[in-house]
């Protein structure tokens, strides 16, 4: 796992700016190992699809801290909704990720976990 030792192996910009993993994920899963390092003509396709997986992480991020909250069974059941309209059993691809519907599915969270306040007050 790069996260670990990412500025000894040159990734010091993960140092800076959390990805939430996205970054690694982009690399390997959606562009089978390939980089914009090592492929310029791929960077703009790369930064396409990390901003919308980033966003999706961070959700994911988002709801799975939620989950150490005093939850009832229905917003524990909301999470697990929440959670699975942003996961995916198989690989995400380049389209999934330029058709995926984010900015409506981050509307969806910040509604549910504005509803969660009452927790943490």
């Known amino acids: 796992m790069i996260f670990q030792k990412r500025t000894q192996l040159g990734f010091a910009g993960c140092v800076t700016y959390n990805c939430f993993g996205a970054g690694q994920r982009v690399t ?10 090592e492929n310029d003509h791929l960077k703009q396709q790369m930064g396409a699809a990390l901003s919308v997986l980033r966003r999706i992480h961070e959700q994911l991020s988002l709801l799975r801290s939620s989950r150490n909250l005093p939850l009832s069974k229905e917003e524990r059941s909301s999470v697990e909704f929440l959670e699975n309209e942003l996961s995916r059993k198989e690989k995400w691809t380049e389209a999934d990720l330029q058709h995926f ?14 509803g ?6």
């Open 101 to 114: 519907p984010i900015e409506q599915r981050e509307k969806e969270i910040l509604s549910f976990l504005s």
């Open 28 to 37: 390997q899963e959606v562009f089978n190992g390939k980089t914009w390092r």
């Open 116 to 121: 969660l306040r009452r927790h943490v007050v």
